[in-house]
């Protein structure tokens, strides 16, 4: 079991530009999740799919803010445009019904 | 209010004390309850479910008290290795999203 892999692990931009991070949840799970942490706000949801099907984006800050899951295999987490504000760790977890989320490494999103 | 408060600490303790968190959360209506640890920079890791009788894994004891909404995590015997941030969180339904506590920081010294 590989576990959640996100990529990149890091990634540095400039204010303005376009920003796609990418997740694989693990093979089975039905349930995926992106959060964000900050030191000021830590843990937030922001987007969850079942079955690649989007349940609840309330968390999505702002329209600069979107998510897809083309298939259970893949999801994405855009920022366009891309703001300093924006600058977090971005996590995206998987799960199983009644189980615990599984998280991925992160990836580390600095705006500049 | 926040759905899931916890003391944000940090918790200070030496080697081998016994040290307890407490998390208590807002909608009654919630059905499934974890502690998570998460150590500095890296993601947050399942410690354990939380059972409405209690439960125990090795030094770790978690209890519910459903009617005070009310979850506590008790570490025995602390260790230099449990120094992390001690996440408190609950689930309103059995498929859906869970709601993280800003999370509890423990620091063990030797």
């Known amino acids: 079991d590989a576990g959640v892999i996100q990529s990149p692990r890091h990634e540095v931009t400039e204010m303005g530009q376009e920003v796609t991070l990418r997740c694989k949840p693990i093979s089975g799970h039905d349930y995926l999740f992106w959060y964000r942490q900050t030191m000021m706000r830590g843990l937030e949801l922001l987007i969850y799919?079942?079955?690649?099907?989007?349940?609840?984006d309330s968390g999505m800050p702002e329209d600069r803010f979107s998510a897809k899951m083309p298939n259970a295999s893949f999801s994405t987490l855009k920022i366009q445009p891309s703001e300093p504000r924006d600058s977090a760790v971005y996590f995206c977890?998987?799960?199983?019904?009644?189980?615990?989320?599984?998280f991925g490494s992160g990836t580390r999103l600095t705006v500049v | 209010r926040k759905e899931v408060e916890q003391d944000p600490g940090p918790f200070n303790v030496p080697e081998g004390a016994t040290v307890a968190f407490n998390c208590t959360y807002s909608n009654s209506a919630s059905q499934s309850f974890f502690w998570y640890r998460q150590d500095c920079r890296k993601e947050p890791k399942l410690l354990m479910s939380v059972y409405s009788s209690g439960n125990e894994d090795g030094r770790f004891t978690a209890q519910l008290n459903r009617a005070s909404q009310y979850i506590s995590l008790l570490i025995r015997d602390s260790k230099l290795s449990d120094s992390a941030t001690y996440l408190c969180v609950v689930n309103y339904n059995q498929g859906g999203k869970l709601i993280f506590g800003q999370g509890t920081e423990l620091s063990v010294k030797p």
């Open positions: 799919f079942n079955n690649n099907v989007p349940i609840d």
């Open positions: 977890a998987s799960r199983r019904v009644n189980y615990g989320y599984t």
